[in-house]
């Protein structure tokens, strides 16, 4: 492996070429855009072999090109992220119930009106419920390493569902870092190639998606739902087995740090997360019994995980980075559903940083202590939020 | 102790503000420091005011937070000076660097007269040496040679090799321009500290 | 900070955010060589170069406008490209003098 200082688009779509992926196909949108422009190039230069890479006219056009080429048993793969993704939702749900495992990046942008282009989770957050796998990564290394996986995971036979890999706009993408970049003999050994059950093709013509009336469509959603439960196992098999591939554990369906006597667990999720265990950290060498969840899987949800260590806390502070508007920030929605009738914690969560918005460590650490010292309500927050006026115009 | 250096680039679009931190986090990686850049992009147009971070450490580094505290600010383009408050937050013993047609001296009284006085203030005139080796007033690789000379935490030899490597695909003339530029930029800069 | 409902925002905001300051350089308008044709005009991004009247002239008997090109320096952000399509050569960009010693 060389490590080297690459930017987040460049790591994954290194990461892509070396996966072997039969068609391409996306639609550009910033801050999503180079991921697929480097693999353009990859594809202009003929470093992609057997590969079909196309232009489509429109994010909708680009998931509705994927999934037929998905359908004949080709490897494939879009970025898009905010708006793009929004536009995507209608062919995603199909691409879902059709169970085919394209593999996405989310290069996670806020939502129109008002117009941002900068990060936060509320595009992914919006097609939660499409049974669509959702890993949130910390860093271009774990993005990385999650293409592979994300492929293994999603063309698993127990599995057979999409994929997205959720890491933040600009501030992933955008970053320079090291990265230790994959060779192509070790994804090679570690990835077969896609061979699914079933291949559309002239000779052999299916339908895919078919009509459901009522005496059988619910029977369509509980298999989908087995699914994603199925997906829990599979995923824990397969990041162990990535650790022992490449030395590098990034944990099952949750990572935690300073848990084992914990008062007080701090849940994030994404980029965030590096500078949250730093706080945790800090605040472990005040005494203060504070530890980090980090949750990998949002979807399927790590119901159970959750549970055996959150048993004895007392405090969950959560930071969202999205809201569910007329209730509260999804994460929290999720945790308190998984808790309930197991652990007695007050949650206090807050979204943070939305479309751009930085999160200092201060505003953790002020979070953090708030919620230890009953300074604010159980319940949901908007931190880091200015003083304002709300008038017609 | 775990080091971390904390540096802050202001200028505007087309200036090539993104490139000199990223440039500088490939060149600090060679020199085995644990590097990150990130840029705070506005309206993503050209000559609007933009800000670019770095941070160079002996670890790993986790923080993604914008920088509010630099060790070093490098500044692009003198017109920023005064609409943005580029020295903001700026640490005891900093360093401003800046691309400034006047002495340092007249940088401080014009615009930073209450700056404590462990920062150091050091100009040059990086567009008079862009337009004169380059043609084109784009100052991130003269800024990026000032930064290495005035700070010395990279050697010009790997910034050199770097800022090569960065522009050889855009061809082998202007890559050796770009390198004259920063080792000129250097050495200036160098013998004002 | 006034958060207005629906993010609406009354038009010619963008008048007050003067963007004369982004360039390195300026155009300069040779008014000798300038024809008056208009071309910078039709090319500008932002609608800051204009073919004005500057005066009247007689030609074969008839009254003529004279028109010359003008900048507004307030919202130039010194792109260039007007200089780059001018057909007489009229029009140079000049490095401002902030950036001179």
């Not at chain 1, 680009?62 to 998905?70: D, M």
């Not at chain 1, 117009?115 to 419920?129: E, G, P």
């Not at chain 1, 084992?260 to 472990?284: K, N, P």
């Not at chain 3, 060589?33 to 008997?61: A, H, Q, R």
Request: proline share 5%.
């Amino acid at each position: 492996m060389v490590r080297k200082v690459v930017r987040g688009f460049y790591a994954v779509a290194y990461a892509v070429k070396l996966c072997r992926p039969s068609v391409i196909c996306a639609y550009p949108i910033t801050p999503q855009t180079e991921i697929v422009e480097n693999l353009a190039a990859m594809y202009a230069n003929g470093e992609l072999e057997n590969c079909q890479y196309i232009t489509a006219e429109s994010e909708f056009g680009a998931a509705s090109i994927l999934v037929g080429a998905s359908a004949t048993g080709a490897r494939t793969f879009t970025a898009t992220c905010s708006q793009g993704l929004i536009l995507m939702s209608e062919v995603l749900w199909n691409a879902a119930g059709m169970r085919l495992p394209i593999v996405m990046v989310i290069a996670n942008r806020s939502l129109s009106a008002p117009l941002s282009i900068w990060n936060d989770h509320q595009d992914s957050m919006a097609m939660r419920d499409a049974c669509i796998i959702q890993v949130y990564v910390e860093n271009n290394q774990e993005a990385h390493d999650m293409i592979p996986q994300a492929y293994k995971i999603a063309e698993n036979k127990e599995v057979m569902l999409p994929f997205m890999v959720c890491m933040d706009g600009y501030k992933l993408t955008h970053a320079y870092e090291p990265v230790d970049l994959l060779e192509q003999g070790m994804v090679d050994s570690f990835l077969p190639p896609y061979n699914p059950p079933i291949k559309l093709t002239t000779k052999d013509p299916l339908t895919f998606g078919c009509y459901a009336p009522p005496h059988c469509y619910m029977e369509f959603r509980v298999v989908m739902q087995r699914a994603m439960m199925r997906a829990k196992k599979v995923m824990e098999e397969v990041f162990k087995e990535w650790a022992e591939l490449t030395g590098r554990n990034w944990g099952g369906l949750i990572a935690t740090d300073y848990m084992d006597d914990a008062e007080t667990a701090v849940v994030a999720m994404g980029s965030v997360v590096g500078l949250v265990r730093e706080v945790v950290e800090e605040m472990r060498k005040d005494g203060k019994k504070v530890g980090l969840v980090k949750i990998r899987s949002f979807r399927p949800f790590p119901t159970e995980e959750l549970r055996k260590v959150m048993k004895d806390v007392e405090n969950i502070v959560v930071f969202e980075r999205a809201v569910s508007f007329g209730h509260e920030g999804p994460v929290a929605i999720d945790l308190k559903s998984a808790l309930f009738g197991h652990c007695n914690a007050k949650v206090y969560s807050f979204a943070v940083g939305l479309g751009g918005r930085d999160i200092p460590r201060d505003l953790i650490r002020k979070c953090i202590n708030n919620a230890i010292e009953g300074k604010v309500d159980e319940g949901f927050h908007f931190e880091g939020v200015k003083e304002f006026e709300e008038v017609i115009i | 102790m775990a080091i971390l250096i904390e540096v802050r680039f202001h200028g505007r679009g087309g200036q090539g503000v993104v490139t000199a931190a990223d440039i500088l986090a490939v060149a600090g990686f060679k020199e085995g420091y644990w590097t990150l850049s990130f840029p705070m992009f506005g309206a993503e147009k050209r000559g609007t005011p933009v800000v670019s971070y770095l941070r160079l450490s002996d670890r790993p580094i986790v923080e993604r937070d914008e920088i509010y505290n630099p060790n070093y600010v490098v500044v692009l383009d003198p017109t920023v000076i005064g609409p943005v408050r580029v020295e903001a937050g700026i640490k005891q013993n900093g360093m401003i660097i800046a691309n400034y047609p006047k002495p340092a001296e007249e940088l401080r009284k014009e615009h930073f007269s209450s700056l404590n006085g462990s920062i150091k203030v050091l100009t040059l005139n990086a567009t008079k040496m862009a337009m004169e080796i380059l043609g084109r007033p784009i100052t991130n690789t003269a800024m990026v040679g000032a930064f290495a000379g005035a700070t010395k935490l990279i050697k010009l030899s790997t910034l050199k090799e770097t800022v090569f490597e960065w522009f050889e695909k855009k061809g082998e003339e202007l890559a050796n321009k770009n390198v004259e530029l920063v080792e000129k930029a250097y050495k200036e800069m160098e013998g004002k500290v | 900070m006034k958060i207005t409902l629906g993010a609406v925002s009354k038009p010619y905001s963008a008048l007050k955010m003067k963007t004369g300051d982004w360039g390195t350089h300026w155009p300069k308008v040779d008014e000798e060589l300038c024809t008056g044709c208009g071309t910078c005009e039709m090319f500008c991004p932002d609608m800051c170069i204009e073919v004005v009247k500057v005066g009247e002239e007689e030609v074969n008997g008839k009254i003529k406008e004279i028109k010359k090109a003008k900048v507004n320096y307030d919202y130039c952000k010194g792109c260039g490209l007007c200089a780059e399509v001018c057909p007489t050569n009229a029009i140079k960009m000049e490095l401002k003098d902030i950036y001179k010693v």
